[in-house]
């Protein structure tokens, strides 16, 4: 009976969870998005000097840490759903790509962050300096976490559709959101967005299945 009612918990924790995680990253990346333009012109020193939009990438700054924490726990409520018939090579892609998302995730947040400490409010600092700390956070944020994120999208969607545990159309969901992530994030502002949308689907779908009946075992002979 114990084993039974946390297998009834599991996929509602990983519902609750990933819910949790896909608005708090949305929001991050929409604020970031909002405050600072990924070409910046005069060097990028427009939301130095804004403060309403250095108190928006603050923000979402502090966002961050939290989204990471709950993909973390998302992740560990997916893989116990999953349990012993996980397939091996597909849990270690799985694992691997989400622990170097959230890594990366953490790192273009710690770029940003020391931007925002050192630069000079007045904007009367080194333009070069400015320079390289916006390009190597949307760097670390476009190109290598959102293909971290490709990764862990198309494992979880190829795992899901091996089971049974998805539905064909939220597999094929999660391959065309990570065709997106992996070619036309660094080209295509906002097309990030897909990510944490896709989460949310997922983390829905997985919530609401949680709470439909279960048919009951066959009786043995």
Excluded: C, N
Excluded at 73 to 79: E, K, L, N, P, S
Excluded at 103 to 122: E, I, K, V, Y
Excluded at 123 to 148: D, N
Aim: no cysteine.
């Amino acid at each position: 009976m114990e084993r039974r009612d946390q297998a009834l918990r599991t996929p509602r924790a990983a519902g609750l969870v990933g819910i949790v995680f896909a608005v708090l990253l949305a929001a991050a990346i929409v604020l970031v998005r909002l405050a600072i333009p990924e070409e910046p012109s005069g060097g990028g020193s427009t939301w130095i000097i804004d403060p309403s939009k250095r108190h928006a990438v603050q923000t979402a700054l502090g966002l961050i840490p939290f989204a990471g924490i709950f993909f973390l726990w998302f992740m560990g409520a997916v893989r116990a759903r999953i349990g012993e018939a996980e397939d091996q090579f597909l849990a270690t892609v799985f694992m691997g790509s989400g622990l170097v998302f959230v890594a990366t995730l953490f790192g273009a947040a710690a770029a940003a962050g020391s931007l925002l400490d050192t630069a000079d409010p007045s904007g009367t600092g080194s333009v070069q300096l400015r320079s390289f700390g916006h390009h190597f956070t949307y760097s670390l944020l476009t190109t290598y976490a959102m293909r971290m994120a490709a990764v862990f999208t198309f494992s979880t969607s190829s795992i899901g559709h091996r089971l049974g545990v998805l539905p064909r159309w939220l597999s094929i969901l999660g391959y065309l959101v990570a065709l997106t992530l992996l070619l036309v994030t660094s080209s295509i502002p906002w097309s990030e967005l897909v990510f944490p949308l896709w989460a949310l689907i997922l983390s829905l779908y997985i919530l609401v299945a949680s709470f439909r009946p279960r048919p009951a075992p066959a009786p043995s002979s």
